[in-house]
């Protein structure tokens, strides 16, 4: 058993989990928490009470959270490397002049 692991009780849809995690467990708590109201959202939207089929959603909303932050990521990096490039050479014609 890896001593650092934590062992962490969580409930998601009605169904326990234990989960051994490296991290803070109330991360872990919280994420499933969070999991856990989006299923259950989905579930009252949809009228799916399926655990596969609203675990199935869920995961569809959050790829499609995550591709979003990840599109906003790369773009915040591009702005970051034109700025950089801005101040380099505002800064050569500083240090130039």
């Not at 919280?30 to 579930?43: K, S």
């Not at 609203?54 to 700025?83: F, I, M, P, Y």
Request: net charge negative; charged share 35%.
């Amino acid at each position: 058993m890896d001593p650092e692991k934590k062992s962490v009780r969580v409930t998601i849809y009605g169904q326990p989990y234990t989960l051994r995690v490296a991290e803070d467990p109330r991360e872990v708590e919280e994420l499933a928490r969070e999991v856990d109201r989006l299923m259950e959202t989905i579930a009252g939207k949809t009228g799916q009470g399926d655990a596969t089929r609203v675990a199935v959603l869920a995961s569809l909303h959050l790829a499609d959270r995550l591709r979003l932050l990840e599109r906003d990521l790369a773009a915040l990096k591009q702005r970051v490397g034109q700025k950089s490039e801005q101040f380099s050479l505002l800064l050569d014609q500083a240090l130039g002049e």
